[in-house]
């Protein structure tokens, strides 16, 4: 750029460019960070055909983008229009990766890190649905990889937000990346999340694989068969991949929206699942072992053998060594732990609030609202936990929801009670 800056942000140096604008590295002075500036080209929103279609596009990224704030999506800080030239400052992820870079095969991940990269991006994905937005171009080039190895979604430039204030900015019509467009995308049929869900699966394929699910000679070949042909089964391909992982992506590729799952949340349920077959963590005490281990704590008094059981196939028992932290404040979470065995510590800003011992709980809040942890907990010892997923306890029956939410809220109780009275007997 001839000028070194724009507005506030000063320009360090360009970091790539496409079809519609250039990104440059730059840097907030007020907030003391790097971003990354995305300025779109003059001359592609002054065209004559076009120009009023890409004006949408790039605004309607800051738009969608702006009002989404979750850790797996790439935070907009500001967008504007300044002498003419439009902009939107974001989150700036150094490295230039994305998990295109390991969609061939030489280059695969583990396969437990594609589990949980595709299990962070779903929950993401989930998040946006739940605020009325489709992406509507999930690929591997728009989930990029951070250098504390996350990931981080981007490109909103063709979202579909359903609110009613959105119209101006929307883009209908064949829109996304023909590779990893659903069916009913192709055919520009009514879009919803499970469009996105079918896009996400075609990439978690391509991970694990280093091929596209709907291989063939040309694009228009690869439309054919995504819209006609069904993909060859993982563990014809990956006879590595667990059972699950083959019965997970199956699903999320089926043909019809019906027929996939219903949202984001079911998906990352059974990706969860998947960490018990590959190995991710360390090998947990058997079945009856489990069994013995929960029976004897409070917060299982009410529960039949059945509920019993049915509680530990909807969760996992992890271990943890003194000072290892098992819940950090701010993050985000919707899980409840039961202590097993061992002591635990609660933490606030560093500030040591309350001790846990077997049968006590933690992590109701998260657990109600999905909400920011607002406390840390660390092991005082060896640690043993139970950690419940709320999306596994939807799925077992009926009487056992009702028995553990009734067993949740008494928890809940004690504790806001504990709370008060210690807050009633504390000096003025």
């Known amino acids: 750029m001839a000028q070194q800056n724009i507005g506030k942000y000063e320009i360090i140096c360009e970091l790539g460019r496409g079809a519609m604008g250039i990104v440059y590295l730059g840097h907030d002075p007020f907030a003391g960070r790097d971003v990354a500036i995305k300025v779109a080209l003059p001359e592609v929103l002054r065209d004559e055909r076009q120009g009023a279609r890409y004006r949408k596009m790039f605004f309607n990224e800051a738009k969608v983008a702006g009002m989404l704030k979750h850790p797996n999506v790439i ?7 300044e002498d003419e030239i439009a902009f939107i400052v974001m989150e700036y992820i150094s490295g230039n990766r994305s998990l295109y870079d390991h969609t061939k095969a030489g280059s695969l991940l583990p396969m437990e890190d594609v589990v949980r990269f595709i299990f962070k991006s779903v929950r993401a994905l989930d998040y946006a649905h739940r605020q009325g937005v489709v992406h509507r171009d999930v690929k591997p080039k728009n989930i990029l990889l951070t250098k ?28 996304g990346s023909p590779l990893y467009m659903s069916p009913e995308q192709i055919r520009e049929d ?11 699966g075609t990439v978690l394929y391509e991970l694990l694989t280093g091929r596209h699910p709907f291989h063939a000679d040309s694009l228009p070949g690869i439309i054919h068969q995504i819209q006609n042909k069904t993909h060859a089964p993982l563990r014809e391909v990956r006879r590595d991949a667990p059972k699950v992982l083959d019965q997970i992506i199956n699903r999320a590729l089926k043909k019809n929206p ?23 963590f360390e090998e947990g005490p058997s079945g ?8 004897c704590l409070g917060f299982f008094n009410d529960f039949s053998d059945s509920e019993t059981w049915e509680v530990i196939n909807a969760s996992n028992f992890f271990e943890f060594g003194d000072g290892d932290e098992i819940i950090t404040e701010g993050d985000i979470d919707n899980s409840f732990y039961v202590i097993v065995s ?11 609030l309350d001790e846990l011992r077997p049968g006590d709980c933690f992590g109701e809040m998260g657990f109600i ?24 306890i939807e799925r077992v029956s009926l009487r056992c929801q009702l028995r553990f939410h009734k067993a949740f809220l008494n928890t809940l109780v004690e504790r806001l009670s504990l709370t008060t009275t210690r807050m009633s007997h504390s000096p003025a």
């Open 369 to 392: 609202a999905g909400k920011e942890r607002t406390a840390s907990i660390v092991a005082k010892s060896s640690v043993t936990v139970l950690k419940v997923r709320a999306t596994l």
């Open 288 to 295: 009856q072992e489990k069994y013995d281990l929960v029976k």
């Open 258 to 280: 019906k027929d996939r799952y219903k949202n984001g949340l079911d998906l990352a349920a059974d990706l969860s699942l998947v960490f018990d077959h590959i190995n991710l």
């Open 190 to 200: 009514n879009i919803s999340n499970q469009s996105d869900i079918f896009s996400i």
């Open 148 to 175: 504390d190895h996350d990931v981080k979604i981007g490109d909103f430039s063709v979202a579909l937000m359903t609110r009613p204030d959105t119209a101006e900015t929307q883009i209908y019509g064949y829109v």
């Open 75 to 81: 935070q907009v800080y500001d967008a504007g229009v």
């Open 342 to 352: 061992g002591t635990v510590r609660v933490l606030k800003g560093g500030q040591e």
